[in-house]
């Protein structure tokens, strides 16, 4: 289950990991368009970690990958993923923290995941959603291949405010053209 690329590893979370998490879920700035609040305190860190290390990335529901960089064997984000119960679909998610966005960590990561999921695990198809104001998440999928599918208006109620989703899709048939 372990995912390398030239610089990450992507791993099952620790224990060890829950100070992290909290420190960098915890920046307002990461948990703008999240579905948590900042402060992550340490508690629900370690009850998330907990939860990670107990999934399963091959059966449905989700998984969190843990990114860390080869270099320092720092943690700096995680990539979620969603399983669904027909084992053909999933939805996948990320979150970088501040210290590392704008370094392509991110595409790395997500790409790393990717590929897992469409060649190892025979996917079918992998969607991601985000809100319509991130434009950084909304960037990074198009980079990656991903058809923006819809933009739902007023979608979602979070953090007090309707706010409109974009949907993105990716088929196999497209991460997989050139081969």
Request: hydrophobic residues 45%.
């Amino acid at each position: 289950m372990l995912i390398t690329t030239d610089r990450l590893l992507l791993r099952r979370f620790r224990a060890a990991d829950a100070p992290v998490l909290a420190e960098y879920r915890s920046d307002p700035d990461v948990a703008r368009y999240q579905s948590w609040d900042a402060p992550f305190p340490l508690l629900r860190a370690e009850t998330a970690v907990a939860n990670f290390m107990a999934s399963d990335p091959d059966k449905p529901g989700w998984f969190q990958y843990a990114i860390e960089r080869i270099a320092d064997k720092a943690l700096i984000g995680d990539v979620a993923v969603h399983l669904h119960d027909n084992l053909q679909q999933a939805e996948i998610g990320f979150t970088l923290a501040t210290a590392h966005q704008k370094q392509g960590y991110a595409a790395e990561a997500v790409r790393g995941v990717l590929d897992r999921l469409f060649r190892l695990q025979g996917l079918h198809k992998v969607a991601g959603e985000c809100d319509a104001r991130n434009l950084p998440s909304a960037a990074l999928m198009r980079r990656l291949g991903f058809t923006q599918e819809g933009h739902l208006r007023e979608q979602t109620f979070i953090k007090g405010e309707w706010t409109d989703d974009l949907i993105f899709g990716l088929l196999a048939t497209e991460w997989l053209k050139d081969e």
